[in-house]
């Protein structure tokens, strides 16, 4: 994937969804709600790594560890901004 896609997909996702993308190398990102300030703890929600044709999500909260897999970065995306809707409160 190359890095303008990236960075378009973090601003596509930042605008919609409130996730936000940040590369780590080329198959990881930390994956952040946008709606928390920098030094808030609750602004980091997990790890997303592509994998074995797949994007394994990490989850460092609600549930620390928990692990999902989708088939597409796109998929993981989706699924990350709903449970991000369904799950996190700001403030």
């Given at each position: 994937?190359?890095?303008?896609?990236?960075?378009?997909?973090?601003?596509e996702?930042?605008?919609r969804?409130?996730?936000?993308?940040?590369?780590?190398s080329t198959t990881a990102?930390?994956v952040?709600d946008?709606?928390?300030?920098?030094?808030?703890?609750?602004?980091?929600?997990?790890?997303?790594?592509?994998?074995?044709?797949?994007?394994e999500?990490?989850w460092?909260?609600?549930?620390?560890g928990?692990?999902?897999?989708?088939?597409?970065?796109?998929a993981a995306?989706s699924?990350?901004?709903?449970?991000?809707?369904?799950?996190?409160?700001?403030?």
């Open positions: 994937m190359g890095k303008w896609y990236e960075m378009s997909l973090q601003q996702t930042r605008t969804s409130h996730v936000e993308l940040t590369p780590l990102w930390r952040c946008d709606r928390f300030d920098a030094r808030d703890v609750r602004r980091v929600v997990g790890y997303l790594q592509s994998m074995d044709d797949e994007y999500m990490l460092m909260r609600p549930r620390p928990a692990t999902y897999r989708y088939p597409t970065l796109e995306v699924a990350i901004a709903l449970r991000l809707h369904l799950t996190s409160h700001p403030h």
